[in-house]
């Protein structure tokens, strides 16, 4: 998105701005996109590359052409809001048909596994009182980034 509320810095146009940049960018468990997204899109990004969740759902076949869009350093946002809400409501954008934990774990161990991950965030934790598990499970996500940095730390081995 080019700009959000009126800002082309929004947390919202970061994914844009990095093409701007002319870096490579691959986006896993998309589900909705606005209008604008849309249209960017269809017009073949250079440097996008997207796998929707309705796409990726309970396969792994997509997994290597994933990490094969990476470059041989790769920077990580986890947005939270790519997570299914029946395990992670705690988000702004709570949309159905997100990625699991299992799977989600499962793709990240392969990308420490062929490329060398130089950084991580993890994003959009809005906390909802009273229900703590999504916080634990957003801690347990870094925690298992860093068990996964520290077993695969500069291997860079092939995916299969």
């Known amino acids: ?3 959000y509320g009126g800002s082309e810095y929004s947390h919202a146009s970061v994914a844009k701005r990095i093409i701007d940049m002319e870096c490579r960018l691959t986006q896993i468990g998309i589900r909705v996109t606005s209008e604008e ?3 960017y899109i269809n017009k073949k990004a250079e440097g996008l590359m997207i796998f929707y969740a309705q796409d990726i759902y309970n396969n792994t076949r997509w ?3 994933a990490i094969d ?3 041989d350093n790769v920077y990580l946002t986890i947005d939270l809001d790519g997570l299914d809400p029946s395990i992670m409501p705690s988000t702004g954008t709570p949309v159905p048909g997100g990625l699991g934990w ?3 774990l499962n793709f990240l161990r392969k990308v420490y596994e062929a490329k060398r991950v130089v ?3 993890v994003m959009e934790l809005q906390p909802i009182p009273g229900n703590e598990a999504p916080n634990f499970l957003a801690a347990d996500l870094i925690y298992k980034n860093i068990g996964f940095l520290k077993k ?3 291997q860079g081995k092939s995916v299969t």
């Open 1 to 3: 998105m080019e700009k």
């Open 37 to 39: 997204e849309h249209d």
């Open 63 to 65: 997994h290597k052409e």
């Open 69 to 71: 869009s990476l470059n």
């Open 102 to 104: 299992y799977e989600t």
């Open 119 to 121: 950084g991580l965030d």
């Open 152 to 154: 695969h730390s500069g």
